[in-house]
């Protein structure tokens, strides 16, 4: 079946301006999860969804960002007035329930000039 | 918080060469624990995992890791590396918050194996 996709692959934009970033989790998945990955820092977590339940946002790094999951399915990271440290992958991963194995995006490559 | 340690930023061997890379994390309580890898230009995909059980867990091409538990450690092995081993590791640990698993990731280890 198919895997988790997102959209777009690359975006560039202007400092100060909004960005929305998609993610389609496997069908009948759960759990999704956004990271952000910078060069040599490892992927660092944003935020968690888990059915119904309200989201985990304890990663998230400002309140400029923000996400919502519809209908447990699609979900998008919105990150307002971007900043040049905004630039990195974001990825996003989901899983069949909390704590099993993730399966990953190919990510967005943002960057902020 | 929960943190993860992986000790070998960069590792370069020579095929055939054995390989072990470290993980550490923080605290116990219940934890799931795995090992994923990232092939250049590919997605993060599971290399191997742990939830209970024998504390020696086998995964793909070769891998194995031990679970100490005493240690903190899960430490990812192979006896002999090939060239298509080259990739990104990245050792992660779920830890259980409420009804919940909170994921961890650690930096990652870069390999580099010469033919």
């Known amino acids: 079946g198919a895997g988790v996709s997102q959209s777009p692959s690359n975006k560039v934009t202007e400092k100060g301006k909004d960005v929305e970033l998609r993610c389609d989790p496997i069908?009948?998945?759960?759990?999704l999860y956004w990271y952000r990955q910078s060069l040599g820092q490892g992927l660092e977590f944003l935020i968690y969804?888990?059915?119904?339940?309200?989201?985990?946002k304890s990663g998230l790094p400002s309140d400029r960002f923000s996400a919502e999951r519809t209908g447990g399915s699609v979900s998008t990271l919105t990150i307002q007035r971007t900043q040049q440290e905004d630039s990195a992958v974001y990825l996003c991963?989901?899983?069949?329930?909390?704590?099993?194995?993730?399966?990953f995006g190919p990510g967005t490559r943002l960057t902020v000039l | 918080a929960q943190s993860v340690s992986q000790h070998n930023h960069h590792v370069i061997l020579s095929e055939a060469a054995s390989l072990e890379l470290g993980c550490n994390y923080s605290?116990?309580?219940?934890?799931?624990l795995f090992w994923y890898v990232q092939y250049p230009g590919q997605h993060l995909q599971l290399l191997l995992k742990?939830?209970?059980?024998?504390?020696l867990v086998k995964g793909i091409k070769g891998f194995e890791a031990e679970f100490i538990k005493s240690k903190f450690s899960f430490n990812l092995r192979k006896p002999s590396v090939q060239w298509s081993d080259t990739a990104e590791y990245f050792c992660?640990?779920?830890?259980?918050?409420?009804?919940?698993?909170?994921?961890?990731f650690g930096r990652g280890t870069s390999l580099i194996v010469h033919p």
């Open positions: 991963a989901s899983s069949l329930v909390t704590g099993s194995e993730q399966f």
């Open positions: 069908s009948g998945h759960t759990a």
């Open positions: 969804f888990q059915g119904n339940s309200a989201p985990d």
């Open positions: 605290y116990g309580g219940t934890v799931n």
């Open positions: 742990y939830f209970s059980g024998d504390p």
């Open positions: 992660a640990v779920n830890s259980r918050s409420g009804g919940s698993y909170i994921p961890t």
